[in-house]
């Protein structure tokens, strides 16, 4: 029997590819009002600029018509803070992979929403746990009835990037989260046109405890002289029928996500087989983030 996932108004905090993703698929399949927020006016600019191309792209395919593009793009609106999101169902974050930002996020929107909204993290390798924990109210006890109630709206929804073409959303559950909540943002998850996996809240979860090592050995070959870039993607390409190497994946994902989750990996299991490359915090700490930055291992400033 299928669950409705009671969304009428969905909060999307962040701007960027990921969360402008989020906001599209949320409009132009779940069919949902989205308020989106972000601290960056021009983070804003560019993702509503993306967006309307995204939907003169499928107009130009004939995926959707000119009428039900323009009604999605006016079922998104900017808000200015997230107090605004007071009559939403669903806020879902897709800020920096960074904890203790995602903690503060959260902390604030247990105190400013109704105990009822579904508080949805976007994370790709950050313990839900965690995150959950920070919702309970000061002066209340994991234990108290207020801090169960706050904690088990807490749900991880891992969209993939670019999310209006990747299929897939994993559906991560804290040790807090109620069946109500992961039922419906499996539903809501579906109503925006995914598949859905299921994970544990583990490291990495299933996608990034598998794909992050991959990508690291592979930038592990090129930094002690294995084989070229265009080798190493080369083999993988032709050899295993992947789309794309693991370098110009990286530079696709942004190395310093690529960082910053095989860090969370490394610190959350304590194994060295999750150490993180010397070359990739090299390139971080260089400022060579890929394709976004225009330089990475490969170059993309002429694109």
Known sequence: MSVAHGVRKLGVIGAGQMGLGIAFVSAVHAKVPVLLH??????????????????????????????????????????????????????????SENLTL???????????????????????????????????????????????????????????????????????AALQTSKETLDRARAFAIACGKEVTSSQDVPGFVSNALLMPFINEA????????????????????????????????????????????QTLYTGTGDSKYRPSVLLERMVDAQWLGKKSGKGFYDYSSQ
């Open 219 to 262: 930038i592990m070959c090129l930094e002690k002289g294995v084989a070229t870039r265009e080798d190493i993607d080369k083999t993988l390409k032709l050899g295993m029928n992947h789309p794309m190497g693991p370098l110009q994946l990286a530079d696709f994902i942004g190395l310093d996500t690529c960082l910053a989750i095989q």
């Open 38 to 95: 972000d601290r960056s006016a021009a983070q804003i600019k560019s993702g509503l600029s993306l967006m309307d191309k995204l939907l003169a792209k499928d107009v130009s395919k004939g995926r959707i018509t000119q009428e039900a593009a323009k009604e999605a793009r006016d079922r998104v609106t900017v808000v200015d803070s997230t107090k605004s999101f007071r009559d939403a169902d669903m806020v879902v974050e897709a800020v």
């Open 102 to 172: 995602k903690q503060g996020i959260f902390r604030s929107l247990s105190q400013e929403l109704s105990p009822k909204t579904i508080l949805a993290t976007n994370t790709s390798s950050i313990s839900i746990t965690k995150i959950a924990a920070s919702t309970i109210p000061e002066g209340k006890t994991a234990s108290d009835p207020e801090g169960r109630e706050s904690a088990s709206r807490v749900v991880g929804l891992h969209f993939f990037n670019p999310v209006p073409v990747m299929k897939l959303v994993e559906l991560i």
